[in-house]
């Protein structure tokens, strides 16, 4: 049985202000929450009696259905809500020979989500958001990380800042419309990928602080068309063709 | 000004029934209607004063923001809501040389018209939906094809009688964990990508009939994870690769 104050305490975690201040994020459904439990230290975990996942005894309480949907953020709640603690900040370090990604300004949950996903399925362990990026532990970004959101660490900086500290052997690519074609260039698995926001692409401040221009070309090359590529479909394609060359 | 029941006839197309009672449907903002208007009948535009795209004087109206909202299905309505005819509907047929995508299931709206976009993109002009896909004229579909829905046609049919009838030159491809690695396969751009559901992929009514299964590799190859990709996302890689090939 959830108390009122209980239910209103989850509830608030849907607001960035109120996670920033507790320091505490939801999320859902058996698979994210199992996944969740192997990185994320759980402070409180609400399941209905079908859960058939972890639930450590000191933390967990059985709710009924109709409980756990006014937790939740889904439109239908799937068994189980669970409140994690966010990790310390830390700041955010490029490794010679590691590729990471770069999110300048990225403003949907879903992208982010997604991306993070495709970086863990490419081997990127390490995602670096600008301040103006959407919050990670957001329930919507979380949701649709499917439970990568457990093994690539997402950092937020200030990110010509951050990049302008790189040191000078790390390539920094950006892509443009007037770059080198990404299918026929010299690709190294090393240096950082940056992506911009869903209608204005990459800021100025970072642009110039790229090494590197990318075309991701479209078919038949050079066809005019009037649309460019939703952000996570080219981070995906691009990381793909990174990859693809070192195998 | 606008009457109550011309807004609630805009809005009433929200509904999939709806939309099929009247084969009408909805687009917002001026780029997308303005793409749009190249392939589709309009019926109706609704706009505000700071709307400066096409404006088809017997089927226009000015209308105020309060009022675009009141027709909006975003959260903040932009300049303009149009009510657009629905082609008639026809088979889809496969031509020797073209590469064509099919849908089995595909449930997200967002997913559906990230799909179409990158259809565009890469140059594919056709993509068929199995029956139980999500409508592609339902609004958040239409708005992610971002204008794309202008040049892509989709068509629903019944998947595993039309890929049944397909020519047996026709490769039909799906993923497969246990298919052949992508990224050194021979590959011509020729013949059906099958992709499927979120959370179940491709039926198995259809995966019978696939004459090609493909591997799209994480990496490092092999490693364990727990996770797929994004189903829009494998799309793209895939579909890439695919074009990459015959560049």
Redesign the interface.
Known sequence: MLSKNQIKFVRSLSLKKNRQATRLFTAEGA?TVT?LLQTFRLRQLYHTASYAGPRPQDVSVMVSDDELQRISTLETAHEVVAVFEMPEEVEPVWHKGELVLALDGLQDA?NLG?II??A????ISQVVCSQGTVDVYNAKVVQ?T???LA?VRVAYAALPEWLHRLPKECPVYVTDLKGDDL?VQELRPDGVLVFGNEGNGVSDAVRQLATRRLLL?????G?P??????V??AT??IV??F??RV?
Do not use: C, H, I
């Open positions: 698979k996944d879903g997604t996903r495709l863990d399925w490419f081997g649709s499917m439970g990568a093994r299918y070309p479209n078919y038949p090359q066809r068309t009037s649309e460019s590529l939703n996570a479909v995906a394609v793909s063709e990859r693809r195998r």
